[in-house]
């Protein structure tokens, strides 16, 4: 596709505001400055990309189309006021998020969309890929996914005998300091999907990415039943806010 093929989708992607399911009333126009604004966000977006907006505007453009006709901004900032940044609010879990006025199911939608988008998008540049030529990518795609959760979260990711990533799948979720895995399943799924190789990946969600003694012996419990099974661990990865930290690298397995 070229280049203006695509700017041309581009603008019509935010051409127009979301349809109100019943006729507005005529005292309910959107005030002209709020179109404005939106132009000109808009535009700016378009010609110098995410680069050219701070956190909370590019947050505005998202909540466009969840709240068609009204000023935006002050929802913006108070949902980057609450989570942080960006990335934080639209990782933030539904139930938070529902807690901020303003916040609706229409908002709730367009920022979880977001976010699976975002998700899919990162996946798909390691699905299916040797993870040796795409390590950096699967690295961002961890942190992607899970770096701004709030809860343990719990991943496996399966290669098959040429190291091609074949499946991605989360196996568990826990609380903010704790995820129950089971190696029994872990071997058992491994099995299932004919994988030879497994990588294993969890998140802290207190950001530092230090591995605890659970994970270690977690780890090597694992380590051991896949041997057993003729099934090699090349790694655990444990994810943090900003970085993360592999067992291999750091002589845990």
Not at 7 to 14: A, K, V
Not at 120 to 143: E, F, M, T
Not at 212 to 241: E, F, P, R, W, Y
Request: include cysteine; charged fraction near 25%; proline fraction near 6%.
């Amino acid at each position: 596709m070229s280049d203006k093929r695509f700017n041309s989708y581009q603008s019509q992607l935010f051409d127009f505001d979301e349809t109100p399911a019943q006729p507005r009333p005529c005292n309910s126009r959107m005030p002209s400055y709020i179109g404005d604004h939106r132009a000109r966000l808009r535009e700016r977006f378009l010609v110098g990309g995410a680069e050219a907006l701070p956190d909370y505007e590019l947050l505005e453009l998202v909540l466009f189309r969840g709240i068609p006709r009204k000023d935006v901004k002050p929802l913006a900032r108070e949902l980057i006021d609450t989570f942080g940044d960006f990335n934080h609010v639209l990782s933030a879990p539904n139930a938070r998020l529902l807690e901020i006025p303003g916040v609706g199911e229409a908002v709730l939608t367009e920022l979880k969309v977001v976010e699976a988008a975002a998700h899919r998008l990162a996946q798909g540049k390691v699905l299916n890929r040797p993870i040796v030529s795409s390590w950096g990518d699967l690295l961002s795609y961890c942190q992607t996914t899970m770096a701004h959760a709030e809860i343990e979260e719990f991943r496996i990711l399966f290669l098959d005998k040429k190291n091609i990533l074949i499946a991605d799948e989360r196996q568990a979720k826990g609380t903010v300091d704790h995820v129950p895995v089971y190696p029994r399943e872990v071997i058992k799924r491994s099995l299932e999907l004919n994988a030879s190789a497994l990588i294993l990946v969890h998140n802290h969600p207190s950001g530092d990415p230090t591995p605890s003694q659970a994970d270690i012996a977690m780890t090597d419990q694992i380590n051991q039943a896949a041997q057993v099974m003729g099934i090699t661990l090349h790694d655990h990865l444990v994810i943090g806010k900003s970085c993360e930290i592999s067992f291999r690298s750091e002589g845990l397995l």
